[in-house]
Nanobody, 120 residues
């Protein structure tokens, strides 16, 4: 069983930056960040594999960056040039599969509790 704990959310003005952190009990084959806006389904925005390959949703490409610190069992999401439309609850997720062709929830078995990001 993988345990995930996110932190780093908060309120920032448009154009600002935040870095989210997710401490995991272990690094799995694929790890990702999702977000859920009010009244909408959870959407995958960034993925990183154990070997360091990354993939992004078009909505955050060029603005967000996912990274992995093996020594600390932590994944990060650096978010720059934040927009009000980025306001959401952000979740860390882990998959035991190295084959995740699309960042969608059914591929992920483990989830954190979420951290709120509000951009005004």
């Amino acid at each position: 069983h993988v345990q995930l704990v996110e932190s780093g959310g908060g309120s920032v003005p448009a154009g600002g930056s935040l870095q989210l952190s997710c401490v995991s009990s272990l690094i799995t084959a694929s790890m990702a960040w999702f977000r859920q806006k009010p009244g909408q389904e959870r959407e995958g925005i960034a993925l990183i594999t154990r070997h360091g390959s990354t993939n992004y949703d078009d909505s955050v490409q060029e603005r967000f960056s996912i990274s992995l610190d093996y020594a600390k069992n932590t994944i990060f999401l650096q978010m720059n040039d934040l927009k009000p439309d980025d306001t959401a609850m952000y979740y860390c997720a882990a998959s035991e599969s190295a084959w995740v062709p699309k960042i969608v929830a059914p591929f992920f078995s483990y989830w954190g509790q979420g951290t709120q990001v509000t951009v005004s």
